[in-house]
């Protein structure tokens, strides 16, 4: 047997029925390329410039509301619009159709200076709350088959504003990477009579090696299967296909691991850590999908320090993703990281 | 009829089987996010420090040898090894196995100071003819099913050092980018018995809106389902398996649209433009592949100037990618773009 803590193997994604290539050996590899720049800022609670603060105007002219809760609006540069008829093009080679749908921007907090590891954990369940609220009304229209929440922190990751806050884009069609966990999900319905991810679970449980943090109702690991090296995945250890059916005590457990593992995230090169996070649920196309069971996976672009990030470019552009650190690694870099933010500690 | 240069819609790649959403009225959005740093630099033509220069010790002891010409050697942190014994691991629903290749590394030039637009013709031909020797004998191997060619250029796509050069990652089991392409292609094939890119570049050269450059054998566009804003694909007009078949004024023309192509991109924002590039061929594997047809493609991350990028983040992470500018605009712009690099017109 090949050890594949030494040498480059090929990972299967049960979600998706891609693969990683995994290097564990090209750690080694000197670092001569590009490095971030740090910015260590002390935001106020406050900023008079920021489009998200409440009372303040935004582009468009719209003012927003003088919040102290989590609070949504829907995007005023929106990607997606609502009442675009469905059209469709076919000439030759070339088809398109078009697409409509609601873009919404979900501010976490009214305080500029913060971020969701060190939110409160109630503050944080109000965020979980608000989600709810917003993917039971956009589920309910008959045009929105799908609901993508997610969050894009930090400068690296495109963030255009510190003042935490996250998005949610819901559409007519089903976007291709939910497709794909559409398909093996119901699969392994089909052949099992259980929940593929829910099993999934259960057998990182046993092995340990790959969790990071736990609590009753909630797990966080690496999967076996990462991409990017640091990423993370939580899940309900009870299936459920979305949000809306987690109850009162879940969902505080669910605030509580998202705090857990950003924590852990900034305590790891002591910064604010970027990353992309978001929530893949079920469809919301009036099909039963009994097979799902939503998870929600972070996506952050470091690598070896707070100034060096993983390029996906070339070959994992052209060919197929490629990790070099492997997940068993990184869990246990964040495992061992402690569960207080720095910044309490200094 | 929706109008699809102001509404959002979603454009069909027939090469991979997937979408891309375009949202064109969203680029009257203004950006407040990260500005990237422009670093122009003057390289001199020897650089005594850079381990990629004639002659120059490389980091691990090798010494480089004092090429004249188009240079290859064996990545010294290889992603990828030969020699790993195929092992296939399974337990529950954890699943591997082992990945065996090489990874080489391509200089383009012993001079430091160049990249490919400001090179002569008659030395991009020398690189095609590298690369033609290269895919060659990694083909002859029996464990070598797929060759993957690329270059990243530029910081900005993870790209340590500044000498020109590329990368070839050639492995057993053929990437997952690649397998959507075979299925397509071989589909079509199957069904028409032609090829669905030659077919396709008939269609874009009657139509001509997305063409951008043109010669007798080799064309460049951007395609209909374009991801990256100004994402272009060159590609042979007479159907090619892969670049061993073309033929010396063949090779030339190739050599001239690689040429063309680059200069219209430094001209666009009057910098060194950062992209990261691969070809595409038929896989190795010893299968008649009759339904392929090489083509190169470049995605630039580049979007509204030198310094702001297109971020592929949340959204796209997590549903499907998403684009502002559509295919057409970036066409118009590229096409309209002068053919003789910045630097002689100063
Ligand atoms: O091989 P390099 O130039 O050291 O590394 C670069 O290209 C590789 C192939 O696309 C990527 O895996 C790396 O993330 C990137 O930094
Ligand atoms: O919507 P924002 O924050 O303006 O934009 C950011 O997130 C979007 C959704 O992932 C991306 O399409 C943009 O490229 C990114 O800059």
Redesign the pocket.
């Known amino acids: 047997m090949v050890d594949f803590n030494d040498n480059s193997h090929r990972r299967y994604n049960i979600l998706t029925g891609e693969w990683v290539l995994v290097s564990p050996h090209r750690t080694k590899?000197p670092w001569q390329?590009k490095e971030e720049k740090i910015v260590r800022e002390i935001r106020p609670s406050y900023n008079a410039k920021c489009y998200l603060c409440p009372g303040n105007e935004r582009a468009g002219g719209h003012i927003n509301e003088d919040y102290t809760k989590p609070w949504s609006f829907v995007n005023d540069f929106a990607a997606l619009k609502k009442d675009v008829p469905l059209s469709k093009f076919k000439s030759g080679l070339l088809k398109a159709e078009s697409e409509s749908g609601i873009c919404k921007v979900v501010c976490f907090s009214p305080d500029h200076s913060l971020t969701l590891p060190v939110m409160r954990v109630e503050a944080i369940d109000d965020v979980i709350a608000l989600w709810q609220k917003e993917f039971k009304k956009l589920s309910d229209k008959a045009d929105i088959n799908h609901i993508q929440i997610f969050e894009n922190k930090g400068d690296l990751m495109g963030c255009s504003n510190p003042h935490p806050h996250g998005q949610i884009w819901a559409q007519r069609t089903i976007p291709q990477e939910v497709a794909k966990k559409n398909k093996q999900l119901r699969e392994y319905w089909q052949n099992n009579h259980s929940s593929l991810l829910g099993d999934y679970i259960k057998e990182e449980q046993e092995l340990k090696e790959r969790v990071i943090s736990e609590n009753e109702n909630f797990i966080a690991l690496v999967p076996y299967w990462a991409v990017w090296p640091y990423e993370v995945m939580i899940a309900p250890k009870k299936q459920h296909r979305n949000i809306l059916t987690l109850n009162s005590e879940e969902r505080l457990d669910y605030a509580r691991i998202i705090k857990a593992v950003t924590i852990k995230y900034d305590n790891l090169f002591k910064i604010s850590f970027p990353y992309s996070s978001g929530i893949h649920q079920a469809p919301t196309d009036g099909q039963d999908w009994e097979s799902w069971h939503f998870h929600m996976s972070f996506y952050p672009p470091l690598l070896r320090s707070a100034t060096v990030k993983?390029?996906m470019?070339?070959?994992?552009m052209f060919a197929t993703p490629?990790r070099d650190i492997t997940a068993e690694m990184a869990a246990e870099t964040l495992r061992n990281l402690s569960d207080i933010h720095y910044s309490n500690l200094q």
């Open positions: 590899r390329g993983k390029f470019v070339g070959y994992e490629q």
